[in-house]
């Protein structure tokens, strides 16, 4: 079994910056992706940026130029520094891992920017 633990969410006014990770332990294949979708309230959960453990990454238009995922392999951590935050940013920030066609999500941490 896989866990996630995420950390770093909290408020912040619009332009603000906030830095989010989550570490992965437990049972975890060399090759995987992890990455963090989001959830507002009302709206179905969608991706915002994932990162291969080759060091590909994949984001969200909404988040290009504006977001930036990272991982360290070392301890299975992946980051996201998130930079000129908009109030539609706002949502329940879940941290991902798909391994093996298996995917194991974080309990989310919620980021809430203010106008």
């Known amino acids: 079994q896989v866990q996630l633990v995420e950390s770093g969410g909290g408020l912040v006014q619009a332009g603000g910056s906030l830095r989010l990770s989550c570490t992965a332990s437990?049972?975890?294949?060399?090759?995987?992706?992890m990455g963090w979708y989001r959830q507002a309230p009302g709206k179905q959960r969608e991706l915002v940026t994932v990162?291969?453990?080759?060091?590909?990454?994949t984001y969200a238009d909404s988040v290009k130029g504006r977001f930036t995922i990272s991982r360290d392999g070392a301890v299975n951590t992946v980051y996201l520094q998130m930079n000129s935050l908009k109030p539609e940013d706002t949502a329940v920030y879940y941290c991902?891992?798909?391994?093996?066609?298996?995917?194991?999500w974080g309990q989310g941490t919620q980021v809430t920017v203010s106008s």
């Open positions: 991902n891992l798909n391994s093996l066609g298996r995917n194991f």
């Open positions: 437990g049972s975890i294949f060399r090759i995987n992706i």
């Open positions: 990162i291969t453990s080759g060091g590909t990454s």
